[in-house]
């Protein structure tokens, strides 16, 4: 029975344990599932961001080509492929560029393979003709598309960029033309990382034209849109798309977590069967499995108590932990990706200032407002620019001929105020820098740098001629020689060529800053965090860095540019290393450095036309264990203070209900003892144990009356047999008749009268009494008159036997005899003489009798026991005596004389 029990136990126990394991798993699953779900939501909207970016970057791509086709509607085919070809060369994704005017295509690049575009009419083709109405109408940029692009089948996007007729605001003029510009969607959904097989999720978009969840699905299965995990909009400059992601399959619970969650399962299972098999018994010894040890109840309750509570603690403690980890790990997350949002925000802000700087010249060049031909007003325009835009360190002109006029504030040094640069013609191009007063007007003269400068050699100067357009120009080391070395650093920016009227070059516009201002922004950003924040090109070469380490090294008038993987702080460097490593345009990772921990987070930033870059960031992971060690900290002390208190709960909740038990059970010990003393001891609110008090006290009363009850019983019985026990022996040692000591007291008292007075050496004397012709008597007067003569002889014979050592009995039918101690031959013959006397005086009248009356016989014997001599010779002495005087007459005594004289003698 007890085995079964226990059996039952360890089932309960290992089913308990199982089921606690499967819930925690399955309560991990989901956790996991959702902080997927999370993931998956953060990529996709990173994702989507980085393809409306990309595509935001695309948009404008022919607005330079725009203007100058604005400004020259009837550009020669070469030149209007010298014009495209940068762009297409530039932009890998580009398909093709095709121009028309009014709405005829005249112009194809590449040509091969497009020749059917040539000549085609869009008022012919309704199909187009939606994406060139917006575009007209909206007098700017519109993306048309998706469509199938009829060279390869696959999808492109189109942007329509409308140019109308110049002038002061050229937004009043007619239509002159279009230009578009064919990308092809699925390398731009591959820049944007949403063309991936690696993707946790399926992906589809909808929106042809820009018609939001109105348009057509254009990618992907169109069924995701019906059951989509994940919904998101992709904001177009006329429009929207939507796309819809559906999360994978998982690939499967993480072998370790599951081997964790179970190890502590069947931790805890072991740990509550060792609670359920020792709980209350000894460890060992023979009576293990004979008999169940009796265990206390507050240590039973207590245990028990603790059996339910520990793992539901336990599991408690657990889930809180994990929450604690991963609202650590989401903090962590976020500020990660804060700090590298906000870094991303002021890349994106430097990098808008040399292309909003030099859109604004370039128009105001293409409008006639700016006039290479004068130097001096150029410049004095571009200082008051300076002065607006704090970050940009050079506005400068290149002419045709390699003059150099340019406004700029130094990067380096003490003196920051602005600088006025001029190397011209005249002065053999040697550069002349002076200081600028806060009019603009030009102060002294600091320095004479280069002595021949030619900006025809100058790589911005460069990119511009070779692009024909607005154009990046690669990050390259300013080649002012300032003795101050105010100049010695790295720049970037913008370039644009500038055409006269009749389409000749006039010289490039360029507006640069310096990648030092870029440090000293992120220097700004990461100041508190512990961290480094870094610009990098995509091969790697550093812009700048947070910790402003130089990003190149000069041997001799060369520079070389500094790998972020070699760079001279070691946590850029252990970064740069990271990033190289990874191969991948944005991660995050973790990298150990002096013994810290630090969170590498990378991703890529495209310049609008230009290069990608890559911004990397690293955080100390301390920044995110403080909060979280504190939050872990205090969990692990909740649950402590949760455990301590279930302790606590536990011993006192036991003990509440232990302790009225307990002493109930004392009281019920007292009583079963027979102690009735005392009141009931507990008076308990609790109503099973008030009812337990109660009937125990109803149990005392009543066993107390029901004693005493049998105690009188046993009283009162116990003397009725004390009564009936005197009664019997009174009838056992009495003759019924006549009342007197029968024959048994008889024998016993002579025996014991013998022994006394053989120690005493006295003598005893024995009378034998016999009535005379009792025969007669019964025969005359019935026998019913003889028992009574019997009677009457019988009291005679008692009233004549008073003295303490006189026993009168029936010696058997109507023979009396009298056993006397203490009296000599003479008092016993007057005793038996008295006695004779005594029965006659009662004048029993006896009719056959010779005198009328009744009348008795009597031996006397005496004899002082000794050792030839008996009790039974002394009755013989008697009987002989009696004979005697039955033979002599009756109605007399006659005493055994011979002994009796002898032995009276030897007494007296
Ligand atoms: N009524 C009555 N008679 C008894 C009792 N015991 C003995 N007897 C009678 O006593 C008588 C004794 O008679 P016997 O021994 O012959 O002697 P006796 O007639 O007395 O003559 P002696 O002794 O020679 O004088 C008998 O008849 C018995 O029946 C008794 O308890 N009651």
Same mark, same amino acid.
């Given at each position: 029975?007890?085995?079964?029990?226990?059996l039952?136990n360890?089932?309960?126990?290992?089913?308990?344990?199982?089921?606690? %394991? =499967?819930?925690?798993?399955?309560?991990?699953?989901?956790?996991?599932?959702?902080?997927?779900?999370?993931?998956?939501?953060?990529?996709?909207?990173?994702?989507?961001?980085?393809?409306?970016?990309?595509?935001?970057?695309?948009?404008?791509?022919?607005?330079?080509?725009?203007?100058?086709?604005?400004?020259?509607?009837?550009?020669?085919?070469?030149?209007?492929?010298?014009?495209?070809e940068?762009?297409?060369d530039?932009?890998?994704?580009?398909?093709?560029?095709?121009?028309?005017?009014?709405?005829?295509?005249?112009?194809?690049?590449?040509?091969?393979g497009?020749?059917?575009?040539?000549?085609?009419?869009?008022?012919?083709?309704?199909?187009?003709?939606?994406?060139?109405?917006?575009?007209?109408?909206?007098? $700017?940029?519109?993306?048309?598309?998706? *469509?199938?692009?009829?060279?390869?089948?696959?999808?492109?996007?189109?942007?329509?960029?409308?140019?109308?007729?110049?002038?002061?605001?050229?937004?009043?003029?007619?239509?002159?033309?279009?230009?578009?510009?064919?990308?092809?969607?699925?390398?731009?959904?591959?820049?944007?990382?949403?063309?991936?097989?690696?993707?946790?999720?399926?992906?589809?978009?909808?929106?042809?034209?820009?018609?939001?969840?109105?348009?057509?699905?254009?990618?992907?299965?169109?069924?995701l849109?019906?059951?989509?995990?994940?919904?998101?909009?992709?904001?177009?400059?006329?429009?929207?798309?939507?796309?819809?992601?559906?999360?994978?399959?998982?690939? $499967?619970?993480?072998?370790?977590?599951?081997?964790?969650?179970?190890?502590?399962?069947?931790?805890?299972?072991?740990?509550?069967?060792?609670?359920?098999?020792?709980?209350?018994?000894?460890?060992?010894?023979?009576?293990w499995?004979?008999?169940?040890?009796?265990?206390?109840?507050?240590?039973?309750?207590?245990?028990?108590?603790?059996?339910?509570?520990?793992?539901?603690?336990?599991?408690?403690?657990?889930?809180s932990?994990?929450?604690? =980890?991963?609202?650590?790990?989401?903090?962590?997350?976020?500020?990660?990706?804060?700090?590298?949002?906000?870094?991303?925000?002021?890349?994106?802000?430097?990098?808008?200032?040399? /292309?909003?700087?030099?859109?604004?010249?370039?128009?105001?060049?293409?409008?006639?407002?700016?006039?290479?031909?004068?130097?001096?007003?150029?410049?004095?325009?571009?200082?008051?620019?300076?002065?607006?835009?704090?970050?940009? %360190?050079?506005?400068?002109?290149?002419?045709a !001929?390699?003059?150099?006029h340019?406004?700029?504030?130094?990067?380096?040094?003490?003196?920051?105020?602005?600088?006025?640069l001029?190397?011209?013609q005249?002065?053999?191009?040697?550069?002349?820098?002076?200081?600028?007063?806060d009019?603009?007007?030009?102060?002294?003269?600091?320095? #004479?740098?280069?002595?021949?400068?030619?900006?025809?050699?100058?790589?911005?100067?460069?990119?511009?001629?070779?692009?024909?357009?607005?154009?990046?120009?690669?990050?390259?080391?300013?080649?002012?020689?300032?003795?101050?070395?105010?100049?010695?650093?790295?720049?970037?920016?913008?370039?644009?060529?500038?055409?006269?009227?009749?389409?000749?070059?006039?010289?490039?516009?360029?507006?640069?800053?310096?990648?030092?201002?870029?440090?000293?922004? =992120?220097?700004?950003?990461?100041?508190?965090?512990?961290?480094?924040?870094?610009?990098?090109?995509?091969?790697?070469?550093?812009?700048?860095?947070?910790?402003?380490?130089?990003?190149?090294?000069?041997?001799?008038?060369r520079?070389?540019?500094?790998?972020?993987?070699?760079?001279?702080?070691?946590?850029?460097?252990?970064?740069?290393?990271?990033?190289?490593?990874?191969?991948?345009?944005?991660?995050?990772?973790?990298?150990?450095?002096?013994?810290?921990?630090y969170?590498?987070?990378?991703?890529?930033?495209?310049?609008?036309?230009?290069?990608?870059?890559?911004?990397?960031?690293?955080?100390?992971?301390?920044?995110?264990?403080?909060?979280?060690?504190?939050? =872990?900290?205090?969990?692990?002390?909740?649950?402590?203070?949760?455990?301590?208190?279930?302790?606590?709960?536990?011993?006192?909740?036991?003990?509440?209900?232990?302790?009225?038990? $307990?002493?109930?059970?004392r009281?019920?010990?007292?009583?079963?003892?027979?102690?009735?003393?005392?009141?009931?001891?507990?008076?308990?609110?609790?109503? !099973?144990?008030?009812?337990?008090?109660?009937?125990?006290?109803?149990?005392?009363?009543?066993?107390e009356?029901?004693?005493?009850?049998?105690?009188?019983?046993?009283?009162?019985?116990?003397?009725?047999?004390? #009564?009936?026990?005197?009664?019997? *022996?009174?009838?056992?040692?009495?003759?019924?008749?006549?009342?007197?000591a029968?024959?048994?007291?008889?024998?016993?008292?002579?025996? #014991?009268?013998?022994?006394?007075?053989?120690?005493?050496?006295?003598?005893?004397a024995?009378?034998?009494?016999?009535?005379?012709?009792?025969? /007669?008597?019964?025969?005359?007067?019935?026998?019913?008159?003889?028992?009574?003569?019997?009677?009457?002889?019988a009291?005679?014979?008692?009233?004549?036997?008073r003295?303490?050592?006189?026993?009168?009995?029936?010696?058997?039918?109507?023979?009396?005899?009298?056993?006397?101690?203490?009296?000599?031959?003479?008092?016993?013959?007057? *005793?038996?003489?008295?006695?004779?006397?005594?029965?006659?005086?009662?004048?029993?009248?006896?009719?056959?009798?010779?005198?009328?009356?009744?009348?008795?016989s009597?031996?006397?014997?005496?004899?002082?026991?000794?050792?030839?001599?008996?009790?039974?010779?002394?009755?013989?002495?008697?009987?002989?005596?009696?004979?005697?005087?039955?033979?002599?007459?009756?109605?007399?005594?006659?005493?055994?004389? $011979?002994?009796?004289?002898?032995?009276?003698?030897?007494?007296?």
């Open positions: 029975m007890k085995r079964r029990k226990a039952g360890v089932i309960g126990v290992l089913l308990l344990g199982l089921l606690v %394991t =499967l819930v925690a798993e399955l309560i991990d699953r989901q956790r996991q599932e959702s902080l997927r779900h999370q993931q998956a939501a953060g990529q996709l909207q990173r994702l989507s961001a980085e393809l409306e970016q990309t595509l935001g970057a695309l948009m404008p791509l022919a607005d330079p080509l725009a203007a100058r086709l604005a400004a020259d509607p009837q550009l020669p085919e070469e030149e209007l492929r010298a014009l495209t940068p762009l297409l530039r932009h890998r994704r580009l398909v093709n560029i095709a121009i028309s005017r009014g709405l005829r295509i005249v112009h194809v690049n590449p040509l091969a497009n020749e059917a575009v040539l000549g085609m009419d869009f008022g012919l083709r309704p199909e187009m003709m939606e994406g060139v109405r917006r575009a007209v109408a909206r007098r $700017g940029n519109s993306l048309a598309g998706p *469509l199938p692009l009829l060279q390869s089948g696959r999808l492109g996007v189109i942007v329509r960029t409308p140019f109308f007729a110049g002038g002061a605001d050229p937004r009043s003029g007619e239509l002159l033309g279009l230009i578009s510009t064919v990308i092809d969607l699925q390398g731009l959904l591959e820049d944007s990382g949403l063309y991936d097989p690696e993707l946790p999720f399926a992906l589809a978009l909808r929106g042809r034209e820009g018609l939001g969840e109105r348009g057509e699905v254009f990618f992907g299965d169109p069924e849109f019906h059951e989509a995990d994940l919904q998101r909009e992709i904001v177009l400059p006329d429009g929207r798309w939507m796309i819809a992601a559906q999360l994978k399959r998982a690939q $499967g619970y993480p072998p370790q977590r599951a081997l964790w969650l179970r190890g502590g399962g069947a931790l805890l299972t072991l740990g509550l069967l060792a609670l359920v098999l020792f709980d209350g018994r000894p460890a060992r010894g023979p009576q499995s004979e008999s169940m040890r009796k265990v206390p109840l507050r240590g039973f309750l207590s245990r028990r108590l603790l059996m339910l509570l520990l793992p539901i603690i336990a599991v408690q403690g657990w889930l932990y994990q929450a604690a =980890l991963s609202a650590a790990e989401q903090f962590q997350k976020q500020l990660a990706s804060e700090i590298g949002l906000r870094v991303h925000d002021k890349v994106a802000e430097f990098f808008e200032v040399p /292309r909003r700087v030099l859109s604004f010249n370039a128009e105001q060049a293409r409008l006639g407002l700016l006039d290479v031909a004068q130097p001096e007003a150029l410049v004095g325009n571009f200082l008051l620019q300076l002065r607006q835009q704090s970050l940009l %360190t050079f506005l400068s002109l290149g002419t !001929e390699g003059e150099y340019a406004a700029s504030r130094p990067p380096r040094g003490e003196d920051r105020a602005l600088r006025m001029q190397a011209r005249g002065d053999g191009r040697a550069m002349l820098l002076y200081r600028v007063d009019a603009n007007r030009r102060g002294s003269l600091i320095s #004479r740098g280069n002595a021949h400068f030619d900006a025809r050699l100058r790589p911005w100067f460069r990119a511009a001629r070779a692009s024909g357009s607005m154009v990046w120009y690669p990050a390259y080391r300013y080649a002012i020689d300032d003795e101050s070395g105010a100049y010695d650093a790295m720049g970037i920016g913008m370039a644009a060529p500038l055409y006269g009227r009749s389409g000749e070059f006039l010289g490039v516009l360029t507006a640069d800053v310096a990648l030092l201002q870029l440090s000293q922004l =992120l220097a700004d950003i990461t100041r508190h965090t512990g961290g480094v924040a870094f610009l990098a090109e995509a091969n790697g070469d550093l812009l700048a860095t947070s910790s402003r380490e130089p990003v190149y090294l000069l041997r001799g008038t520079s070389i540019r500094i790998k972020a993987s070699a760079s001279d702080n070691p946590l850029v460097r252990t970064s740069g290393q990271a990033i190289a490593e990874q191969g991948s345009t944005e991660g995050r990772t973790f990298r150990e450095l002096d013994g810290e921990r969170l590498v987070d990378w991703g890529s930033y495209a310049l609008p036309d230009g290069p990608t870059l890559t911004i990397g960031v690293a955080l100390p992971q301390r920044q995110f264990i403080a909060p979280t060690s504190g939050l =872990l900290r205090n969990v692990t002390l909740v649950a402590l203070a949760v455990l301590l208190l279930s302790l606590l709960g536990a011993v006192l909740l036991s003990n509440w209900i232990a302790q009225p038990l $307990g002493t109930l059970s009281w019920a010990l007292r009583l079963g003892n027979g102690d009735w003393s005392g009141e009931k001891p507990v008076d308990s609110r609790v109503l !099973e144990v008030g009812m337990l008090g109660d009937a125990l006290a109803m149990m005392a009363r009543r066993l009356r029901h004693t005493e009850e049998l105690r009188q019983q046993v009283e009162a019985r116990t003397a009725e047999l004390e #009564r009936a026990n005197r009664e019997l *022996l009174h009838l056992s040692s009495t003759d019924g008749l006549t009342g007197l029968n024959r048994r007291v008889f024998d016993a008292t002579l025996a #014991r009268e013998w022994g006394r007075a053989r120690r005493a050496r006295q003598p005893l024995l009378l034998m009494l016999d009535i005379d012709f009792f025969k /007669r008597y019964n025969d005359r007067y019935g026998h019913l008159a003889g028992d009574d003569c019997l009677r009457k002889v009291a005679t014979l008692q009233a004549g036997t003295r303490a050592g006189d026993l009168a009995a029936r010696y058997g039918g109507e023979e009396f005899a009298v056993i006397a101690s203490d009296l000599d031959a003479a008092g016993a013959l007057a *005793l038996a003489e008295s006695i004779r006397a005594a029965v006659m005086a009662q004048a029993i009248a006896h009719a056959d009798s010779p005198l009328g009356v009744v009348t008795v009597m031996g006397v014997a005496l004899l002082v026991p000794e050792d030839d001599n008996s009790p039974e010779i002394l009755i013989k002495l008697a009987d002989q005596a009696l004979y005697q005087a039955k033979s002599q007459g009756r109605n007399r005594v006659e005493e055994a004389l $011979g002994n009796l004289a002898g032995q009276a003698q030897e007494v007296g």
